[in-house]
């Protein structure tokens, strides 16, 4: 009888849970027009919980049972209205209508001495830092969606065909949503920079094994900060130092329901290509607080022209128990065109249940910023219905709808096999144009390179003269996510002067993506550049050797084998090592062919300097063993746990260090046994609106390597094109002979570089429309030759439209009495 008892009373308390945990009102916003209000905040009067209407102003409120609540409605531009609702049964429709706010100038004292605009703002600038914190630290409920959209997409891009985009695209207008996602969270935050995350639940549509790329901490856009960062960092419109940038209007004032005197204010930059929003913002009178904002910046503020604006909108509260004004909700708006491709977006955040005096203490917080609940990607419908605090639109639901059937389909593996038997096919002009065997169900590929595709062509030496090529390569997943891999690789070569085949192979096996341990042997036969950094590319050396006849680039051919092995051991502590055995010879220049034939230059031999009494740089026939380790420390390194991966990130307050040790032991002349220790430092750090920075010291030394051979010496990246196919190496040199102050003695060298994003030419009348940027560097050198000094001024995002991909550098070069600058141009091509 008690057991009867006792499971009659848990079945009517999970049905009064249930009941409860169902218990939704719902409804639509709109205006006085019947057009819906997207985006508005609504909670329950008193409380921390509430939700947010969808983009047709849809809603649906969580409520904790049968009872009378108070509702609040909200929307920036609209009167709030207060409804008071009995709630009697799950799924009762509440239909509100809010009237547009007419701001007035009437309660505005004008004095003629003073915009009143600025007095306002002047205030919120004053009370921003108290404001900030405020919200020093609390816990919260989060959720957010992301929607990608694209219109018109081309069916071929570059002659190759764009496809549906994984059933994204309707056949006939080639437009649909491509992303769609969501994620449910509890988050907590600690002033200044202690945050964490943990997902719940995570979804994206078509993708069942997938997580979403929300993040609470992404979505942390605070404008009580002096900068939003948006690649570059643009101004807050209250600022400390917001009065330099921006021009304000007092469009006028009203009160809301608690009877705080709201000042609208329109924000305009002063100059239009400058780091800065334009937009209204809404300041509480005496609070000085933010009640609500929508800022808009133009992509070529970010400098990223792909983007055409985004608009963030941001939605704040009142809450009487505790005095504060809390962030309910926030929107984030995008267009995007780039190369025949456009479309637009929008983020939205949803926060609830906050709770501003949390229980922390020195273990709450660690480097884990984000982490995942035990199948967060596994919620069934039933879940999200019942979670989701903002509806979805038709368009979305039917998003999901489809994308779950095409990737239902799609995961069959008959599906897979059919597709595979296509794909598979062999053509008539595979061999030339290269072939992929996959095998889906085994998650394996096959490929070969073929012999006259781009990648084929591996450019033009003077040693090997033109070389051609081809590869082929071998990848196999062991689980459906990849995280445990094998990939095989080999690369054959045939140097058409030098009449030589050349091949190397490599096999690396993974053994997952948490702390990356990697395993790789390897072997083989090439022409190798005595500076294994690879100074300058193929292309480059090409181009200058064909057209101009300059051949910067000197090999050495070298038969090896080897193995290294690299792993993340701990959180920010990096090790890798490697073994190898090399057989070394030196090559001779075996072509002088050129496109256009220079009078008063010749190509020089293949030594990589001029030979005087104290420097041996010929290659002679040796063999050696090469020992390498390194470790590198990332302090302070935060990280977010993935289910099948982490990924790192960098702490902008600490620098990272590195050392490595080299040596070279049985050498076959024993002259050539050597051991180096080196070390760098690396930081690089916002410094507000003014920019950001970067700083690399290196430096080490040689023990026992007088008489070494030029190949083991300390080389460094110098430069002497007067074009790059990319932009200047910050941690290079823009003018130093590629090889003249290689040394087998003590070296260091320092880089600092400062990139003012629009700082400084967004001011100059004319130039600010360019949207140009400034880049200052300097650079120093130091070994047994005289120091050698470099500074430079670059100016970069040069271009037209959204095609900007050039910079010109102005290098200036001092050393040993010797001193001359040049421009250098950099083409920005991934080359």
């Known amino acids: 009888m ?14 009064l849970f249930s009941v409860y945990a169902q218990a939704q009102l719902t409804g639509t916003l709109t205006d006085s027009n019947k057009e819906p209000i997207a985006f508005a905040s609504i909670y329950i009067k008193g409380t921390y919980k509430g939700t947010t209407t969808n983009q047709n102003g849809d809603y649906t409120l969580k409520l904790d049972g049968f009872k009378d609540y108070e509702i609040v409605y909200q929307s920036l531009g609209y009167r709030p209205k207060t409804i008071q609702v009995s709630f009697t049964q799950n799924g009762q429709v509440q239909n509100v209508s809010l009237e547009e706010e007419v701001a007035s100038l009437d309660a505005v004292i004008v004095n003629s001495d003073e915009n009143p605009a600025d007095r306002v703002i002047r205030e919120a600038i004053k009370n921003r830092e108290i404001n900030r914190k405020k919200f020093s630290s609390y816990k919260a409920d989060f959720y957010s969606r992301g929607i990608w959209r694209m219109e ?48 719940i639940a995570s979804k994206i549509s078509g993708d069942d094994n997938g997580f979403s790329a929300n993040s609470a901490e992404e979505a942390n856009f605070d404008f009580y900060n002096n900068n939003i960062d948006l690649n570059n960092r643009i101004v807050s419109p209250i600022a400390d130092y917001a009065f330099g940038y921006y021009k304000y209007k007092l469009l006028g004032t009203f009160y ?52 055409e604006n985004i608009t963030f909108n941001q939605d704040f509260t009142y809450e009487p128990s505790s005095g504060d004004w809390v962030k309910r909700s926030q929107s984030i708006d995008f267009i995007f065109r780039f190369l025949g ?18 229980d922390f203490d020195k273990d709450s917080f660690g ?44 995961n069959d593996p008959k599906y897979k096999d059919s597709v595979d038997r296509v794909n598979n096919k062999f053509h008539i002009l595979d061999p030339l ?31 090997q ?8 390569s071998y990848s196999k997943g062991y689980d459906d996510d990849y995280n445990r891999s094998l990939y095989i690789t080999s690369d054959i070569n045939y140097g058409i002067s030098d009449d030589r085949l050349r091949y190397t192979a490599l096999a690396n096996y993974r053994f997952n993506r948490t702390n990356r341990r990697n395993i790789s042997v390897y072997g083989g036969t090439e022409a190798r550049q005595i500076n294994n950094s690879n100074p300058i590319s193929g292309l480059e050396n090409t181009i200058s050797s064909l057209a101009f006849e300059r051949n910067y680039a000197k090999f050495y051919e070298v038969d090896y084998a080897g193995a290294s092995y690299s792993e993340e051991i701990a959180n920010g502590f990096f090790l890798s090592g490697r073994l190898d055995y090399e057989k070394r010879q030196g090559l001779n220049n075996t072509t002088d062919q050129v496109w256009f034939t220079q009078s008063d230059v010749d190509y020089t031999s293949n030594n990589p300097v001029g030979l005087d009494n104290n420097r041996v740089a010929t290659i002679d026939d040796h063999e050696l063993v090469k020992i390498g380790l390194g470790l590198t420390i990332r302090p302070g390194q935060k990280f977010q746990s993935y289910p099948d ?17 080299e040596g070279a032991v049985a050498a076959s002349n024993s002259d050539y046994n050597f051991h180096q220790l080196r070390a760098s430092i690396y930081q690089s750090f916002d410094m507000g609106n003014l920019g950001r920075s970067s700083y690399w010291v290196n430096g080490g030394t040689f023990l026992d390597g007088d008489d070494i051979s030029f190949v083991d010496y300390q080389h460094f990246n110098g430069n002497q094109l007067r074009y790059k196919l990319q932009a200047l190496n910050p941690y290079g040199f823009g003018l130093l002979n590629y090889y003249d102050y290689s040394t087998n003695g003590d070296y260091a060298q320092v880089h600092l570089q400062h990139d003012f994003k629009g700082f400084v030419l967004g001011k100059v009348p004319g130039l600010n429309r360019l949207n140009y940027d400034l880049i200052l560097s300097g650079k120093a050198l130091f070994t047994d030759r005289k120091p050698y000094f470099e500074a430079s001024a670059g100016i970069d995002n040069i271009g037209f439209g959204k095609f900007r991909p050039f910079r010109v550098d102005y290098v200036y070069s001092m050393t040993s009495g010797r001193n001359y600058g040049a421009f250098v141009v950099g083409i920005n091509f991934g080359l």
């Open 2 to 15: 008690n057991y009867i008892i006792k499971t009659a009373i848990t079945f009517i308390i999970a049905m």
């Open 152 to 199: 018109d997409v081309p069916e071929k891009f570059m002659g190759q065909e764009v496809g549906d985009l994984e059933g994204s695209l309707d056949s006939l207008s080639r437009s649909g949503v491509v992303y769609l996602s969501e994620t449910v969270s509890k988050i907590a935050y600690e002033a200044p920079d202690n945050f964490k995350e943990h997902i």
């Open 256 to 307: 809301d329901e608690n009877k705080f005197l709201i000042n609208k204010i329109e924000v305009t930059s002063k100059r239009p290509k400058d780091n800065t929003f334009n937009g209204i913002i809404y300041i509480v009178e005496d609070q000085w607080t933010i009640y609500g904002l929508e800022m808009t910046t133009l992509g070529e503020n970010i400098n990223v022209p792909v983007i």
């Open 341 to 358: 491709f456009k479309g637009n977006g929008r983020f939205i955040a949803n926060y609830t249940n906050y709770n501003f005096t949390p």
């Open 367 to 410: 480097p884990e910023v984000l982490s995942f609940e035990l199948d967060a990607n596994k919620k069934d419908s039933t879940y999200w219905s019942k979670k989701r605090p903002v509806p979805l639109t038709v368009e979305e639901s039917n998003n999901y709808v489809r994308k779950d059937s095409i990737a239902a389909v799609r």
């Open 433 to 463: 144009t290269g072939y992929t065997y996959r095998n889906s169900k085994k998650n394996e590929s096959f490929s070969y390179n073929g012999l006259l595709n781009p990648g084929s062509f591996k450019g033009f030496n003077t040693v």
């Open 465 to 472: 003269g033109y070389v051609i090529g081809t590869g082929f």
């Open 645 to 661: 991966q982490k990924y790192n990130i960098r702490n902008e307050k600490y620098p990272t260090i590195s050392m490595y040790y």
